[in-house]
């Protein structure tokens, strides 16, 4: 048949939040530029939309590659060795503030007063627009739209005389989430907010230092985990050898993401001193109690709910099977030749597997639900695969409000946990039951290694929201950001003056 319409690309859509960032640095080391390199490969599920490596050499000079894609299609073994140096810093990035382009790519470099600066950024700064206007007031000139420059302009006006006291008078200026490596000369510096909000581990390898977002990215290099980088903690690190800098002043109490552990991170790491493979069967175990059903199989939606699944079916003695198969090389677009065919997006990620579901009860585990538009097309071809009955199990509860410290969730208009009750979710799956983890039971779970930010579930947002109480549009591709209930739509700026801008 002629499709109805020309073949198009469209970007692989899945009905889950966007990737936030991956960062990793290295001290003290000859061969930094490749451990990082693999290190980032390890860290590709947290961005697929660019990666980039800066490399400093024994004189104190930095170079950098950035290319948009994945870190696979951005270096090359030519690419990666004009990058030299003990010292280096890496990033893969998807955007959750500035737009998708080569601009706004990482590490950012620039040379300024003290040397050569490079950083890279996971997180989401809460008041950079607040902090930017001010700036360019000032006279700044901005090269990207990322929040992350916004950290590099403070560093560069600080009066202070050492770039320790530069870089510890632009922090203390910051809200929100801000998980951070940089370099200047070949002095790297890791960085995690007060509030602890995005996971930064430390690593030992043949007497040199390593940092990264989780611990995957130090099993890919064989470097032993020491520990994680504490909230508030900036630490200097020299050939190696790490210095811990004041701290920054304490938040009213920790607040790590929990989405890191139901969705985020690699089933293999530890984050936040936690398992992520036991923390997630730990929520399927609890799914299980909160919400048994007679069936005769569970599956998982592969792959970030299969250890949810399996705790499921460890509680439930209901057996697991492999009844979906997700395609793992489908690159992140795709021709859809059918613009009619509404399953498509689904079905060329994932495929039932008849044996395991016809004549079925099938109980189907995912970690989470924010439209709702793949997992509908899934229970469909579920059904078509010949399943009884269909029960759907959340091991996360309702996504209800947007993250604004690092994930890019939806609008809440789109969020269908906003618009929705559960019964009315229920019939737009079209399954025979579902369930949601209650908050309660996740938080319990995993209660030896809370307090959580859980603002995405509860609305409890912890930093202050600043740029969205005092009216600015925060810069994001494609989306509108909406202000919480209550905010201000505008006020004067605060009378507070960064370090090197003037009043």
């Not at 989780?214 to 909230?231: H, Q, S, W």
């Not at 071809?381 to 269909?390: D, K, L, Q, T, Y």
């Not at 994930?407 to 809440?412: A, S």
Request: charged share 25%; proline share 6%.
């Amino acid at each position: 048949m002629e499709p109805t319409e020309p073949m198009t690309a469209l970007p692989l859509g899945h009905d889950k939040p966007r990737e936030e960032c991956g960062i990793v640095g290295a001290s003290g080391l000859d061969d930094a530029v490749e451990l990082t390199y693999l290190g980032l490969y390890a860290l590709q599920h947290r961005g697929q939309e660019s990666a980039g490596i800066c490399s400093v050499d024994d004189a104190g000079v930095a170079r950098i590659h950035r290319g948009l894609g994945l870190v696979a299609e951005v270096f090359s073994a030519e690419k990666l060795r004009t990058l030299r140096g003990r010292t280096a810093i890496g990033h893969v990035r998807y955007s959750t503030a500035g737009n998708s382009d080569l601009t706004n790519a990482q590490p950012i470099l620039v040379r300024y007063s003290r040397g050569d600066l490079a950083i890279a950024h996971n997180g989401n700064i809460t008041n950079a627009q607040d902090l930017r206007t001010r700036l360019v007031a000032e006279g700044a000139i901005f090269q990207t739209t990322s929040d992350t420059e916004v950290i590099i302009h403070l560093i560069a006006r600080s009066r202070h005389e050492t770039v320790e006291a530069q870089l510890d008078d632009a922090l203390t200026h910051l809200d929100g989430a801000f998980s951070l490596v940089l370099v200047v000369g070949e002095t790297l510096f890791a960085v995690r907010d007060p509030w602890g909000y995005r996971p930064l581990v430390i690593g030992r390898k043949d007497g040199g230092r390593v940092v990264a977002s989780e611990t995957c990215a130090l099993d890919i290099i064989g470097a032993e985990y020491v520990r994680d980088v504490a909230p508030g903690e900036v630490l200097k690190i020299e050939a190696g050898t790490i210095t811990p800098l004041r701290r920054l002043p304490p938040a009213p109490r920790p607040a790590p993401c929990i989405f890191e552990l139901v969705y985020f991170a690699r089933p293999d790491s530890r984050v936040w001193g936690c398992s992520v493979d036991r923390a997630r069967r730990a929520f399927g175990r609890q799914l299980a109690r909160e919400h048994p059903v007679d069936a005769d199989a569970v599956l998982s939606v592969p792959d970030s709910s299969n250890s949810a699944a399996l705790g499921y079916s460890e509680e439930s003695r209901i057996p697991y099977e492999l009844g979906l198969i997700r395609n793992h090389y489908i690159g992140r677009t795709f021709i859809q030749p059918v613009q009619t065919d509404r399953d498509f997006g689904a079905r060329i990620k994932y495929n039932a597997v008849r044996e395991a579901i016809e004549g079925r009860r099938i109980v189907v585990v995912d970690d989470s639900l924010i439209r709702g538009t793949t997992s509908r097309s899934l229970v469909r071809f579920i059904r078509s695969a010949g399943a009884r009955e269909v029960h759907f199990r959340i091991s996360s509860p309702p996504v209800r409000f947007p993250c604004y410290y690092g994930i890019d969730f939806p609008t809440r208009e789109e969020l269908i946990g906003a618009r929705l009750t559960v019964d009315e979710i229920r019939r737009h799956l079209g399954v025979d039951s579902l369930g949601y983890l209650s908050l309660d039971g996740m938080k319990t779970a995993v209660a030896e290694f809370g307090p959580f930010c859980d603002a995405c579930f509860s609305g409890d947002y912890t930093a202050p929201l600043t740029d969205l109480e005092r009216g600015y549009t925060v810069v994001r591709p494609d989306r509108r950001v909406e202000q919480p209930a209550g905010a201000e739509a505008s006020r004067p700026l605060a009378a507070a003056t960064p370090p090197g801008l003037r009043r």
